[in-house]
């Protein structure tokens, strides 16, 4: 950690020298190293008279911030040619297209590319940014000039939120908008008190100058600031909205107090919730839980989140919730809290993030890939080639607001970020942090990548005064539980503004983040109608299997008939040869007796032409006699059978005579 930040502190000195030593930036190694040891107390000294004046000089803070980005990215430039570097990125910018790298997957999204042009062309010509070419976003101090962009169309994620709250406070019903007006008229009251008694009374502030008068205005009416003075509203938020008040400003941006809404939580307050016992066990292993006690707020954490999982049932309660109530509930009562926690949920659009689809987190990951191959396309193509994913390191980001890692001052300077300019907000801090470690990034492999992404991506930010005392702070998954005890633990161990003031400096344009939206919905439209047709086809492969049963059985069948064909055909085969040759014995034997025929029949016309002519004749005759002797015969025949009925009366007689003899 002392080195990365030490490697910082010599970058700062090599710019600081830059404009008079140009022709000897090639040698920007060796400048880093004689240059170090010299300008690491200057720089310090530089830091410590900025924090002292820093409400003094906000623009030539910006300035001076502008002149650092400017002369870091060359310096960047000329270190990428010095590593031969430059080559890669050509490479890299020229074969964008999909499918330039050997088993590189498609990006999605390339395939939408036409419909997102023709159905985003009118967000395109209202202020989008160019088609991704690999150039890098232009970052300016403050908000950018849109002097051009027509005034339909928001030049800023700040306006852009404050339109969308507009519009979704338009679109409620008469008593939602009266009960939302009645909520902003109490807490101007208690704004108007705090002034009262606190900006009487500097030394109740201890030290810290507050610009009463610009935040009245805030208060008043943020709107026509926001229109008016937008580069003002964005240095106010980059330098912090003051803690004495940051909750009335989160509720005014917000438009969240509502009396209706703070009724149904208190009714809803002593309702049991299913998600009691989870909330309370994961209360006390969140990294704010030592805030939350401190602030004897932990009663207050515990009901506001019951009481949403009661109020929204389908999102009920995660863990990632906590992270999110804790800022909340420590600058203000619990019914705002709440109020404020359902309005970030609906109007902010975290609910998405917590619903099981988790739809909102996707399309934040999309958001993000798109604005890293925009701004960083080498790194962006390094990731790639080495199969790193946003899902590996990046998820914790958007569904807890950097909580995960950052102490609470720091939290609640990114929340200042949030309520103003939306979620999106986020987004600018991720690309600062990879805009800033980029040099480190795309020296490392994959498992190096990783670890550095996930565990070193934010020790550029560590304060000097860490990097050069002794104390090690400890290494834990929650870092104020690792800090627990000490007080360089907060905002002093990360160089707080300059980590906002820097992601303020990254220009994030509505029309690219609408534009990246689209792209999204055109990608989940494409996987649901995937899906639908997976579902169909999943239809159709079962009645194919069915179909595929039925005909394996007729097949079995027909199988079965044709080995039943097959073994009569093998044993016809086998008899054929013994058919055969009974055939050709009776064919032979056809062959003699056809022979003989003909011999008998030439027999027979021989012999006719011997018999005599009165042939005929004579047969007559004999057939006559034969006649005649048959009737003879007839007659004897008759005559023997009297006879025999003669002797058969005759033996019967006999013996009823006792078996006499006729002579004795």
Known sequence: MGKKSGRKRQQKAVNSNGA??????????????????????????EEEIDENDNDVNEDEEFADSKEAHEEEKDLHEEIREEENVEDS????????APGAFPNEEVPEHEQTTKEVEHEASKS????????RDGI????????????DAPQKAPSSLLAARQNEIT???????????????????????????????????????????????????????????????????????????????????????????N????????????????????????????SFFTNVNAANKADELFNVIKVYSLFDPDVGYTQGMVFIVVPLVMNMNEAECFCLLVTLMKDYGLRDLFCPEMHGLHLLLHQFDRLLEQCLPLLYNHLVRQGIRLLMYASQWFLTFFSYKFPLDVVLRIFDMVITQGIEAVLRLGV??????????????????????????????????????????????????????????????????????????VEVKPADINRFKLEFELLCEKDAARKQEIEEYKVKNGQLRYEIKQLETEFYTVNKDHMDVVQELVNTKVVLPDVLGDIEELEAQAASL????????????????LLPQDVDLKIQELLAENAKETERFAELEEKFHELSVQNNAMDAELKQRGGKKWFW
């Open 89 to 96: 990125k050509q490479v890299a910018v020229e074969e964008t």
């Open 259 to 286: 009396l209706q809404l703070e009724e149904l939580y208190f009714h809803l307050k002593n309702e049991p919730s299913i998600h009691e016992r989870a909330i309370k066990r994961d209360l006390s292993r969140t």
């Open 432 to 505: 600062n942090l990879m805009l800033r470690n980029e040099l480190n990034l795309l020296r490392l492999n994959f498992d190096a990548l990783l670890d550095f992404l996930k565990l070193n991506l934010f020790n550029i930010y560590v304060s000097d005064e860490f990097i050069a005392s002794t104390e090690k702070p400890e290494s834990k998954r929650f870092s104020l539980l690792g800090r627990k005890g000490t007080t360089k633990g907060g905002a002093n161990y990360y160089k707080l503004d300059a980590f906002v003031k820097d992601a303020m400096l």
């Open 136 to 147: 890098r976003t232009i970052v300016e101090t403050g908000i950018p000039d849109h002097t």
């Open 594 to 609: 056809e022979k003989d025929i003909k011999e008998l029949e030439a027999k027979v016309e021989e012999l006719s032409t």
């Open 20 to 45: 008079e030593n140009s022709t000897e930036n090639q040698e920007g190694a060796s400048q880093l190293e004689s240059t170090s040891s010299t300008d690491t107390t200057n720089s310090k000294d």
């Open 167 to 257: 519009i979704k406070f338009d679109s409620k019903d008469a008593a939602a908008r009266s009960a939302i007006e009645s909520g902003r008229e109490s807490i101007v009251k208690t704004f108007n008190g705090i002034k009262s008694t606190i900006g009487s009374a500097p030394e109740l502030m201890g030290g810290v100058d507050i610009d009463w008068e610009f935040w009245g205005r805030v208060v008043e009416n943020y709107d026509e600031l926001v229109q008016n003075e937008p580069q003002t509203v964005q240095r106010a938020v980059a330098d912090g909205i003051p803690k004495e008040f940051r909750g009335i400003v989160w509720q005014l941006v917000s438009r969240s107090k």
């Open 124 to 131: 395109d010509k209202e202020g989008a940014l160019p088609p």
